[in-house]
Nanobody, 115 residues
Framework: QVQVVESGGGLVQAGGSLRLSCAAS??????MGWYRQAPGKERELVAV???????SYGDSVKGRFTISRENGKNMVYLQMNSLKPEDTAVYYC???????????WGQGTLVTVSS
């Protein structure tokens, strides 16, 4: 069974940091990454990373968030620094299965940044 499971969300004050983790299993994966959805807004890209290590970030998080990956463990991490109240959202892990390009989503983890 192919699945991804997120962890690491929580409540943090503005200016603080959090680290999200995502464990993918059941296959090998090409692109892995994070998306987020705030109340009343559409889901948006946070950061993605390919199996080769190439990264891409949403404009609103550039310079503050860092995505990393452990290929051998199918793990992806999101280090979030200098958090702002507008970063409050449910963060979803996304993994693209190698060769089939099937996308798998986690159930999400809530990040709340208080002002």
């Amino acid at each position: 069974q192919v699945q991804v499971v997120e962890s690491g969300g929580g409540l943090v004050q503005a200016g603080g940091s959090l680290r999200l983790s995502c464990a993918a299993s059941g296959s090998i994966f090409n692109r892995m990454g994070w998306y987020r959805q705030a109340p009343g807004k559409e889901r948006e890209l946070v950061a993605v990373i390919t199996a080769g290590g190439s990264t891409s970030y949403g404009d609103s998080v550039k310079g503050r968030f860092t995505i990393s990956r452990e290929n051998g463990k199918n793990m992806v991490y999101l280090q979030m620094n200098s958090l702002k109240p507008e970063d409050t959202a449910v963060y979803y892990c996304n993994a693209v299965v190698m060769y089939s390009y099937r996308e798998v989503w986690g159930q999400g983890t809530l990040v709340t940044v208080s002002s």
